[in-house]
């Protein structure tokens, strides 16, 4: 074993204060405003990302009489899905996971291709925390004057304006509660339940907690989600590559850092003036020149920051950049620019990606439109009548998927002389009968089957029930069996 005195290992000094919080207490992050491409793309698709969200329940979709004409609605109470022209049912929740396969393994090659692009631009908790930084820096002023306002002594300006900052605050949130709610319900339906103070219930419990969720995620805890609560920043590492789009601080072209002279020569230093512009403006509030860190959301906002001063001291821009490692060792070593687009990490998820999209649409082009299932009486299992025939229960259920009623014929084979009744209906002793169901509905039927006892094989005897679409001729068939002694 090693001797401990000479073992060289980091540790903190010793403070002399052991009984001291264990966690250091949270740093309010006041991002900067600085103007530039990344805050260009990063308003227009905060804006575009707003519009989808609060506009797609409001569209419109003819699926004839007795059908929802919302466009996309998830139907909780009549257990159904609309997503345009595609209808779910409970029976076809694998689509669901196919959607999730898709969803993640898209958020995997976009990590492989341009890094954590989805947190920095499109993640709805970035989305919210932006809108909300928006509204405060209106009301409050940029960094300084919010770093001001949160030092300054309690005043009249300083309640009013954070009265009126709250007030917005918790509007948005309300107004996203209730766009969450659309999406469930009727949305001109719901929106005049919410204005009139006629929802209740689990609809009001689940409004509210959205509201209070969203007020303080986007409000209060911000970076603090991506740091403690998602899961994606701690293996986002492991889904990035030599070739992937990262932010990035070139050192070899930025140390040694130190402010600028009078005389502004950088001959024999570092481009970087530790001006500290791009600590302003990221807004989880990391210092980007000490690498690649999981708390960097890829929103590229201290680039802009530091082009801004690149361009005062006429140097060439990117001294943070979005590229990939093998560019920047490449630009150190004096080469040109290389594009590593097609890799096998990208055509391993381009493969995953088209296999699951094409099976999901494939299974969506031939899809069955009706689905049949039997459950046979299992107390008693049979019943000797006094005709000396012997008696079995079943109940038969037609799933039709389709909006218009069906009329449907049902037979069985596998075993002669049998008969069939239906319990409530006319229907009695007959080897064929008619069954008619609903659009969009299910139609249950107690069937009750005899036959003479000695055309049975024994104690089981294999049958099979075939009904017939009557406007299209097709069949289904579905295989049971007929208990005896």
């Known amino acids: ?40 793309w990063k308003t227009i698709l905060l804006w575009v990302f707003l519009a989808v969200y609060h506009c797609s329940a409001w569209i419109r979709w003819d699926r004839g009489p007795g059908a929802p004409d919302q466009a996309i609605l998830f139907d909780l109470p009549g257990r159904r899905a609309y997503i345009f022209w595609i209808e779910i049912w409970p029976q076809e929740v694998y689509y669901l996971t196919g959607l999730l396969i898709l969803a993640a393994v898209s958020l995997f090659a976009a990590s492989a291709i341009a890094g954590r692009v989805w947190c920095g631009f499109a993640c709805f908790q970035t989305v919210w925390t932006d809108l909300f930084m928006k509204v405060e820096a209106f009301i409050e002023g940029d960094r300084n004057k919010r770093i001001r306002l949160d030092k300054a002594p309690l005043s009249m300006d300083k309640i009013l304006k954070r009265i009126a900052k709250h007030v917005i605050w918790l509007l948005i949130a309300g107004f996203f509660a209730m766009s969450f709610l659309w999406y469930f319900n009727d949305a001109p339906t719901i929106t005049k339940e919410i204005f009139t103070g006629q929802i209740g219930g689990w609809t009001l419990v689940v409004m509210l907690v959205l509201t209070g969720m969203t007020y303080i995620m986007a409000g209060f805890a911000r970076e603090q989600v991506c740091f403690y609560m998602c899961p994606y920043g701690r293996f986002q590492s492991v889904m990035t590559d030599e070739d992937s789009l990262v932010v990035t601080y070139e050192a070899w072209r930025g140390e040694p850092r130190a402010q600028p002279g009078k005389n502004r020569d950088f001959s024999d230093r570092g481009h970087c003036v530790d001006c ?31 082009n801004t001063m690149m361009e005062k001291f006429d140097l060439p821009k990117n001294l943070i950049s979005y590229d990939s490692y093998t560019n920047m060792v490449a630009r150190e070593q004096g080469k040109g620019k290389q594009v590593h687009l097609i890799r096998p990490r990208t055509i391993y998820y381009a493969v995953i990606l088209t296999i699951v999209a094409t099976a999901i649409l494939t299974s969506l082009s031939f899809r069955d439109r009706l689905e049949v299932n039997i459950q046979r009486d299992r107390a008693p299992l049979f019943v000797t009548l006094s005709s000396g025939d012997i008696r079995n229960g079943y109940t038969y259920k037609v799933l039709n998927m389709e909006s218009s009623a069906k009329e449907y014929t049902l037979s069985v084979e596998g075993l002669k002389g049998a008969t069939m009744t239906v319990i409530g209906d006319e229907q009695t002793d007959q080897e064929v009968l008619d069954l008619k169901v609903k659009g969009d509905h299910v139609g249950t039927f107690k069937i009750f089957m005899k036959a003479p006892r000695n055309m049975l094989e024994g104690a089981s005897t294999d049958i099979t029930f075939v009904l017939k679409d009557k406007e299209t001729g097709e069949i289904f068939n579905q295989s049971t069996v007929f208990r005896g002694p």
């Open 276 to 306: 500290s512009l791009c600590v302003q403006a990221c807004p989880t509030g990391i210092d980007i020149r000490n690498g690649q860190q999981m708390e960097c959301i890829g929103c590229g906002l201290c680039i802009d920051a530091c």
């Open 1 to 40: 074993m090693s001797d401990p005195s000479t073992t060289t290992v980091n540790q903190p000094e010793p403070s002399g204060h052991g009984d001291g919080p264990l966690y250091a207490e949270r740093v309010k992050v006041h991002p900067r405003h600085f103007d530039g491409p990344f805050r260009k």
